[in-house]
């Protein structure tokens, strides 16, 4: 009985992602969400939208002190972005490890280190922690725009004891 609240407190972990412009106009959609989807992660919310400049500065909020934040937030309201929410057992620390870190330094296999080459132009966003995931969520999608649902291949991805 615990271990089943266990699984389930565990499902219940949610991220936000965003392509951002870049990826967006590269045609890089499909491809990332495939390697969210194909992991096992769950889509729960999905919309496509040009962000403000003072949306993403919102985003952004905790890079306000940094020299290319201006430049960051420019970016980021360019041109449409897809915010998503994926929700899985790990999905936010697993997730930072699917994107990779600067493209240059991001191993092969990961979507930054496959898909990107420099700092400033790296196709993707994803939540760096629970207390961040939960902002970023907020701020991104009103509770209605989210879906809770099974999905028939959950008990192959989880097993059921
Ligand atoms: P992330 O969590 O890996 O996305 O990285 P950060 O939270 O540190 O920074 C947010 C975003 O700012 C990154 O995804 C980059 O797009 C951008 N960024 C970070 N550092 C730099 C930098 O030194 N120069 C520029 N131009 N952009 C940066
Ligand atoms: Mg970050």
């Not at 959609?29 to 919309?47: A, D, M, N, P, Q």
């Amino acid at each position: 009985m615990i271990q089943d609240q266990e699984v389930l407190a565990a499902e219940m972990e949610r991220t936000f992602i965003a392509i951002k412009p870049d990826g967006v106009q590269r045609g890089l959609i499909s491809e990332i969400i495939t390697r969210f989807e194909r992991k096992g992660f769950k889509l729960v919310g999905i919309k496509i939208m040009v962000p403000s400049n003072g949306f993403a500065q919102k985003h952004y909020h905790g890079l306000k002190e940094r020299p290319f934040f201006n430049g960051l937030c420019n970016f980021l309201s360019s041109g449409p972005v897809v915010a998503m929410v994926w929700e899985g057992e790990g999905v936010i620390r697993y997730g930072r490890k699917l994107i990779g870190t600067d493209p240059q330094k991001s191993e092969p296999g990961t979507i930054r280190g496959d898909l990107a080459v420099v700092l400033g132009r790296n196709v993707i966003h994803g939540s760096d922690g629970p207390e961040t995931a939960k902002d970023e969520i907020s701020l991104w999608f009103k509770p209605e725009e989210l879906v809770s649902y099974t999905n028939n291949a959950e008990k192959w991805i989880y097993g059921q004891n």
